[in-house]
């Protein structure tokens, strides 16, 4: 079982930043974050390799977020900048315990975190 804890949501205003954190109680082999806004589905977001930092994001976040890991603290960040209201939702950390094809969807992932509310104003 791994826990995962989440922190750094918040409300901004468009252009803003924030970055958002999630602590594992153990190493995992990826994490990703992922976020889920009113009455949609849960979104793929930005994942990241334990070993080795392979990183992927998807397209609407590319040149805007950043994921990253500390290795020592087992804790992965995303650090969120300029942001837009369509990037409103609640952020979820989740984490893979070994090899999949992909890593793009929830099904891929083993344990979640809470959530944290991320809301965006124009």
């Known amino acids: 079982q791994v826990q995962l804890v989440e922190s750094g949501g918040g409300l901004v205003q468009a252009g803003d930043s924030l970055r958002l954190s999630c602590a594992a109680s153990?190493?995992?082999?990826?994490m990703g974050w992922f976020r889920q806004a009113p009455g949609k589905e849960r979104d793929f977001v930005a994942a990241i390799r334990w070993i080795g930092g392979t990183i992927t994001y998807t397209d609407s976040v590319k040149g805007r977020y950043t994921i990253s890991r500390d290795n020592a603290k087992n804790t992965m960040y995303l650090q969120m900048n300029s942001l837009k209201p369509e990037d409103t939702a609640v952020y979820f950390c989740?984490?893979?315990?070994?090899?999949?094809?992909?890593?793009?969807?929830?099904?891929?992932?083993?344990?979640w975190g809470q959530g944290t509310q991320v809301t965006v104003s124009s």
């Open positions: 989740a984490s893979a315990s070994g090899y999949r094809a992909t890593y793009d969807y929830a099904r891929d992932y083993d344990y």
């Open positions: 153990r190493r995992p082999y990826v």
